[in-house]
C-alpha cells in the first residue's frame, strides 16, 4: 500500500502542473508532424524500408512523440539531486525500500505523462493523415509493451542517478545516456532503417526496448511467438536493469557521502 500511495501522489504532484502538460502536449504534436514530412521524404525515396510502408513510418512518427514522456527520454530522477546534496540520507531512513519507493514514484509520473500527452499527438496524426490505430487486443498488447518499456527506462536512469554516490555529479554520464537513448531507441529514425549487422546490434541493445519494440508491437509487426519474443526482449532488460539497480543500491548504503557534511 506504501509503494501504490507514493505512485498516487507522484501522479497527483505532476498533474497539478496544468500549464507545462499544455505545452508538452502541443510541442510533441508539433514535432510530430516536422518529423512525419521527413519520414515521407525518406520513405518516397526508399518504399517499404525495413517492412514499413508510408503510413507506418508516418505513424512511428506521431506515436513516438507520444512516448517521450512516459519513457522520460529527456529526463532523469530527482535522486540523483539527492544524492548530491545529500537529501538521500533521508531516503534511506525511511521504512521503505529506496529502488521500490523511486520506481512506485516513477510509475506514477510515466500514467500522468501518458493520460495527458500521448492520445493528442495520435489524435492530430489520425485527423489529418489517417493513422493507424490499434484495435482492442492490438492496444492491449501495446499497452504491456508500454509498462515494459517504462521499466526499462527507470532501470537505466536508476543506474545514472546511484552513479552520483561515486562521482558526485551525473550530468556527464547523463548526456551520455540521453544521447544514446536519442539516437539508439528508434527516437530519431526507426531502427529497422538501420542496415544490416549495425541494424541488428542496435536492436539488441536496451534502448530499443524504449521506442522501437513497442512501436512494432502498436504496429502489429510482432505477433504471436514473435510478440511474446519482443515481450521476452523487454522483460530480460528490465529484469537485468532492476537486478543491477539493487546491487549498486546495496553498495551505496555503504557509500554515502554527504557533501558539505
Not at 500521448?118 to 508500454?146: C, D, K, T
Request: aromatic share 12%; hydrophobic share 60%.
Amino acid at each position: 500500500m506504501v509503494y501504490a500511495l507514493v505512485g498516487w501522489l507522484s501522479f497527483r504532484r505532476h498533474s497539478a502542473y496544468l500549464a507545462a502538460s499544455i505545452g508538452a502536449t502541443v510541442s510533441n504534436t508539433f514535432f510530430g508532424f516536422l518529423r512525419a514530412y521527413i519520414l515521407i521524404a525518406v520513405w518516397k525515396y526508399k518504399p517499404d524500408l525495413g517492412g514499413y510502408d508510408v503510413l507506418d513510418a508516418i505513424t512511428f512518427s506521431f506515436l513516438t512523440q507520444a512516448l517521450i514522456g512516459p519513457v522520460q527520454i529527456f529526463g532523469g530522477l530527482d535522486l540523483a539531486q539527492r544524492v548530491r546534496t545529500g537529501d538521500v540520507a533521508i531516503d534511506l531512513h525511511r521504512p521503505a525500500d529506496l529502488q521500490a519507493w523511486w520506481l512506485a514514484d516513477d510509475l506514477g509520473r510515466a500514467a500522468h505523462a501518458f493520460l495527458s500527452r500521448g492520445f493528442a499527438p495520435l489524435a492530430a496524426g489520425w485527423l489529418v493523415f489517417g493513422i493507424v490505430l490499434p484495435g482492442p487486443a492490438q492496444g492491449a498488447a501495446f499497452l504491456l509493451s508500454l509498462l515494459l518499456a517504462v521499466l526499462v527506462g527507470f532501470g537505466m536512469r536508476y543506474l545514472v542517478a546511484l552513479a552520483v554516490f561515486w562521482i558526485h555529479d551525473a550530468r556527464g554520464v547523463e548526456a551520455i545516456i540521453r544521447s544514446c537513448a536519442l539516437f539508439l531507441s528508434g527516437m530519431l529514425m526507426p531502427l529497422v532503417a538501420f542496415p544490416g549487422a549495425v541494424g541488428a546490434v542496435v536492436q539488441a541493445l536496451p534502448w530499443a526496448a524504449l521506442i522501437q519494440v513497442p512501436a512494432d508491437v502498436y504496429l502489429g509487426k510482432r505477433q504471436g511467438w514473435d510478440l511474446l519474443a519482443a515481450y521476452a526482449f523487454q522483460a530480460g532488460w528490465a529484469l537485468a536493469l532492476l537486478l543491477l539497480g539493487r546491487a549498486l543500491t546495496r553498495a551505496a548504503h555503504r557509500r554515502l557521502v554527504i557533501q558539505g557534511g
